[in-house]
């Protein structure tokens, strides 16, 4: 079967008319008038944009300190334990019933002062039996004594006699002793502590074998011990210090004993630095005759261990760390000036530094953060560099050891 396909028609072409010309240019025309009219509103808009307005620049406030030059002391910040100057555990001797205590818990006593009684009739009675005992072979011991010189009795027996009456000598003895203990007296001056064994209750004799319950505890504390550690890096500076000028702590007493510092002298430095914390103990023995410091108590210590001549010391907050070093602000006809530092010792409260400042400087202390190297400041208050020994606070110094932490 032949299929026929009839021919591809091509569709007749319409011939623009004037109509479709005139519409083509009026859309060219809008577009151009759009364009030019945007044109011409961002001309106007910023050729008339009206200028910022110029913002008054005003001075930072600021307060500063006067720069200072003065001996300056190179000090540690630690943190010492007062510790009793003895502590005894009172123990009885002998055994047997608690009859009385002669004190009050807390009580204040001096060494012979009666603490405790032990019921001392079996002991009486057993002293009374001994001096009966002593006394008779005191009588057989001069008896024979006298036969022996007239040879009317063997040496032997004249021997034995003698053995007797000094046996007799030393369980009387024994036997006054036991009796004495059963008065316990206080062994040392001191403050006592709470009752352990109450009276009434049977006690036990302590010994070397067997500990029993101590009766009381004293502590020692006129006078008492400051104990505290310092970093084996100071030991060379410990020593000299001690062997020249002698070392002396200075302890803050805060509110307590009137509120005021001290100073002790060290007396003992440790025999050897303690491995696991790389430290040296020192201790200074303070009277304590207001009674002002307790055993166990935490005080802060400044230990004075060498000095700065002729300082240039600011205080601590006018030094600034910036991208190229440590430096401060100072005040130069109305201006802040930054003026690089280097800071020698930081002692807790000033800064010893080196650097372009003299005695008389006014360094800023507070608003440093407003501050605009060269503009101009407006001082609104004054600090004047303190001395570190008067502002006792606990911590360590922040420079330039290895120490430095903690503060």
């Given at each position: 079967?032949?299929?026929?396909?009839?021919?591809?028609?091509?569709?007749?072409?319409?011939?623009?008319?004037?109509?479709?010309?005139?519409?083509?240019?009026?859309?060219?025309?809008?577009?151009?008038?759009?364009?030019?009219?945007l044109?011409?509103?961002?001309?106007?808009?910023?050729?008339?944009?009206?200028?910022?307005?110029?913002?008054?620049?005003?001075?930072?406030?600021?307060?500063?300190?006067?720069?200072?030059?003065?001996?300056?002391?190179?000090?540690?910040?630690?943190?010492?334990?007062?510790?009793?100057?003895?502590?005894?555990?009172?123990?009885?001797?002998?055994?047997?019933?608690?009859?009385?205590?002669?004190?009050?818990?807390?009580?204040?006593?001096?060494?012979?002062?009666i603490?405790?009684?032990?019921?001392?009739?079996?002991y009486?009675?057993?002293?009374?039996?001994?001096l009966?005992?002593?006394?008779?072979?005191?009588?057989?011991?001069?008896?024979?004594?006298?036969?022996?010189?007239?040879?009317?009795?063997?040496?032997?027996?004249?021997?034995?006699?003698?053995?007797?009456?000094?046996?007799?000598?030393?369980?009387?003895?024994?036997?006054?002793?036991?009796l004495?203990?059963?008065?316990?007296?206080?062994?040392?001056?001191?403050k006592?502590?709470?009752?352990?064994?109450?009276?009434?209750?049977?006690?036990?004799?302590?010994?070397?074998?067997?500990?029993?319950?101590?009766?009381v505890?004293?502590?020692?504390?006129?006078?008492?011990?400051?104990?505290?550690?310092?970093?084996?890096?100071?030991?060379?500076?410990?020593?000299?210090?001690?062997?020249?000028?002698?070392?002396?702590?200075?302890v803050?007493?805060?509110?307590?004993?009137?509120?005021?510092?001290?100073?002790?002298?060290?007396?003992?430095?440790?025999?050897?630095?303690?491995?696991?914390?790389?430290?040296?103990?020192?201790?200074?023995?303070?009277?304590?005759?207001?009674?002002?410091?307790?055993?166990?108590?935490?005080?802060?210590?400044?230990?004075?261990?060498?000095?700065?001549?002729?300082?240039?010391?600011?205080?601590?907050?006018?030094?600034?760390?910036?991208?190229?070093?440590?430096?401060?602000?100072?005040?130069?006809?109305?201006?802040?000036?930054?003026?690089?530092?280097?800071?020698?010792?930081?002692?807790?409260?000033?800064?010893?530094?080196?650097?372009?400042?003299?005695?008389?400087?006014?360094?800023?202390?507070?608003?440093?953060?407003?501050?605009?190297p060269?503009?101009?400041?407006?001082?609104?208050?004054?600090?004047?560099?303190?001395?570190?020994?008067?502002?006792?606070?606990?911590?360590?110094?922040?420079?330039?050891?290895?120490?430095?932490?903690?503060?």
């Amino acid at each position: 079967m032949n299929v026929q396909i009839s021919p591809l028609q091509t569709p007749p072409v319409r011939d623009a008319g004037p109509d479709d010309a005139s519409s083509g240019r009026r859309r060219t025309i809008l577009i151009g008038v759009a364009a030019l009219a945007l044109l011409l509103g961002g001309f106007w808009y910023f050729t008339h944009k009206s200028a910022p307005p110029v913002r008054r620049v005003t001075a930072a406030p600021v307060k500063v300190a006067v720069v200072e030059v003065r001996n300056m002391s190179v000090i540690e910040r630690t943190i010492g334990t007062v510790l009793a100057n003895s502590t005894v555990s009172v123990n009885a001797r002998i055994q047997g019933q608690m009859i009385r205590a002669g004190f009050k818990e807390g009580q204040m006593v001096k060494t012979g002062d009666i603490l405790f009684q032990i019921d001392p009739r079996p002991y009486q009675a057993t002293y009374d039996n001994a001096l009966a005992n002593l006394a008779t072979a005191k009588a057989k011991a001069d008896r024979y004594a006298r036969l022996k010189s007239q040879n009317a009795i063997a040496g032997q027996e004249y021997d034995d006699a003698q053995a007797a009456f000094l046996e007799a000598k030393a369980t009387a003895e024994s036997a006054r002793l036991n009796l004495e203990f059963t008065t316990i007296r206080a062994p040392v001056n001191g403050k006592t502590g709470p009752i352990l064994v109450q009276p009434g209750n049977m006690v036990a004799a302590s010994t070397a074998s067997t500990n029993a319950v101590p009766l009381v505890t004293l502590n020692e504390i006129q006078p008492v011990k400051i104990a505290l550690s310092l970093p084996q890096s100071d030991l060379p500076r410990i020593q000299e210090m001690q062997r020249t000028k002698g070392l002396t702590v200075t302890v803050a007493l805060h509110d307590a004993g009137g509120g005021g510092d001290i100073k002790i002298p060290v007396n003992f430095i440790s025999n050897a630095v303690t491995g696991n914390t790389g430290t040296i103990e020192l201790r200074a023995t303070y009277p304590n005759d207001d009674m002002a410091l307790v055993p166990g108590q935490l005080v802060d210590v400044v230990v004075a261990l060498a000095e700065i001549p002729n300082a240039t010391q600011v205080p601590r907050e006018a030094v600034n760390t910036g991208p190229d070093g440590q430096f401060v602000y100072a005040i130069k006809d109305g201006t802040a000036q930054q003026v690089p530092v280097k800071v020698l010792f930081d002692d807790g409260v000033n800064d010893a530094v080196s650097g372009a400042l003299k005695n008389g400087d006014q360094v800023i202390t507070e608003g440093q953060l407003r501050v605009i190297p060269g503009a101009k400041v407006s001082i609104t208050g004054a600090k004047k560099a303190s001395n570190a020994k008067g502002a006792m606070t606990s911590g360590r110094r922040r420079v330039p050891h290895a120490q430095d932490r903690e503060g």
